[in-house]
């Protein structure tokens, strides 16, 4: 099977840097994604990690070490509207996937 | 391009009443999953579906059912609702070698 953790809340300031872990436990390991939800809407994809190391776009950033099961998103110059769920996201060979409980962010000003 | 898009948006059934939940995407992706999100929680995969004519059972797949008789479209039926399938539903596809899911605008069901 495959299970999935991450922290339930996360705060922090406007222009501050935020990190949030996941860690994941899977048969097949296909790469872990990362995406966001605001309130009322649908997730949107943000980032992706096949491989080992850092991959980034714009503000976000994402790691990976497949070594430890384990990854990150880092968000960088924090806006209020960067206040969100992210949820990180794994695929097994056979297509199943599998979402993390969540992370709610909130940026204070 | 319309992306992936759900039918209906909003729904409030009666405990016992059925219903389907249309998605349909017209990006030709082979993979469509069909996940439910409770209040304040993450996404649980119900169904999903690799390639046109195939479907396997997900995380939460009690009391659902799913077709896939078009690669474009992915099907979720509920045959006896009950308040517990109180969620919003959302549809997904990917490509087969892809890693972005494109999700669907979402279903908000209220079973009363």
């Known amino acids: 099977g495959q299970s999935l953790e991450q922290p339930s809340e996360v705060t922090a300031v406007e222009g501050a840097i935020v990190q949030i872990n996941c860690t994941y436990q899977t048969s097949g390991f296909y790469g872990l994604s990362w995406y966001q939800q605001h309130d009322g809407g649908a997730p949107t994809f943000l980032s992706y990690n096949a491989l080992d190391g850092l991959e980034e776009t714009g503000r976000f950033s994402s790691f990976l070490s497949r070594s430890d099961s384990y990854g990150y998103l880092l968000l960088q110059e924090l806006q209020m509207k960067d206040s969100a769920s992210y949820f990180c996201a794994v695929r097994d060979g056979a297509g199943k996937s599998t979402f993390g409980d969540g992370t709610t962010l909130t940026v204070k000003p | 391009n319309a992306g992936v898009t759900q039918t209906p948006k909003f729904r409030v059934l009666k405990t016992g009443q059925s219903m389907t939940l249309l998605c349909a995407q017209d990006?030709?992706?082979?993979?469509m999953y069909w996940y439910r999100q409770d209040p304040g929680m993450g996404l649980r995969l119900i169904h999903y579906s690799v390639g046109e004519g195939t479907t396997a059972k997900g995380e939460v797949p009690d009391g659902y059912n799913v077709s896939r008789l078009k690669k474009q479209n992915f099907l979720l039926g509920l045959e006896s609702a009950a308040p517990s399938q109180t969620s919003v539903y959302f549809c997904a596809s990917i490509t087969r070698d892809g890693y972005e899911q494109y999700f669907g605008p979402g279903t908000r069901l209220t079973v009363t």
């Open positions: 990006m030709n992706h082979e993979y």
